[in-house]
T-cell receptor, first 109, second 117 residues
């Protein structure tokens, strides 16, 4: 089993939809959880950074961590075409940063 | 926010030549820099971790004699792909982190696309 599992998609939604992106992990030593957005042929851009279980909100983005289930989510409200990108979850604990494979999201106008 | 630059953004070279990629933290001093490789539709794979003034730590399976890393200052790290071959063609991305931001939050450069003919 891979340390971090993420559905690669692709995921296609209409503009204005709520998007839910998820990752599961197996290493209980992971303590910090991040979501990165990567546009095509660009480096990843840090979107959200969380530590504890619970929700963290930033504008249209909400990151959710459930350490008991080893499950993290990123919700995007009122999705826009400019949100079309690959979203990578990443986590760190007693290892260097470990990335999920990324979920490719397309928001259709 | 923290800005990381890479140069060049893309490079095409002949098989057998060496290519140097620079990674710079522009507005902060990076205690640690990381080099990743990303193949199409794949996630980022960590190649090595480097701290300023010390030897890089390479991940299993990464040839340290082929991928030379120099972290000469707190704002500059270089990756040299020696005797590049077509299978080295990939998207190379660096990241930098600094202390005081919790768990080493990494800020990524824009990447360098290497094509070896």
């Amino acid at each position: 089993q891979k340390e971090v599992e993420q559905d690669p998609g692709p995921l296609s939604v209409p503009e204005g939809a709520i998007v839910s992106l998820n990752c599961t992990y197996s290493n209980s030593a992971f303590q910090y959880f991040m979501w990165y957005r990567q546009y095509s042929r660009k480096g990843p851009e840090l979107l959200m950074y969380t530590y504890s279980s619970g929700n963290k909100e930033d504008g249209r983005f909400t990151a959710q961590v459930d350490k008991s289930s080893k499950y993290i989510s990123l919700f995007i409200r009122d999705s826009q075409p400019s949100d079309s990108a690959t979203y990578l979850c990443a986590m760190i604990g007693n290892t260097p940063l470990v990335f999920g494979k990324g979920t490719r999201l397309s928001v259709i106008a | 926010g923290a800005v990381v630059s890479q140069h060049p953004s893309w490079v095409i070279c002949k098989s057998g030549t060496s290519v140097k990629i620079e990674c710079r933290s522009l507005d902060f001093q990076a205690t640690t820099m990381f080099w990743y490789r990303q193949f199409p539709k794949q996630s980022l794979m960590l190649m090595a971790t480097s701290n300023e003034g010390s030897k890089a730590t390479y991940e299993q399976g990464v040839e340290k004699d082929k991928f030379l890393i120099n972290h000469a200052s707190l704002t500059l790290s270089t990756l040299t792909v020696t005797s590049a071959h077509p299978e080295d063609s990939s998207f190379y991305i660096c990241s930098a982190s600094f202390s005081g931001r919790g768990a080493d939050t990494q800020y990524f450069g824009p990447g360098t696309r290497l094509t070896v003919l």
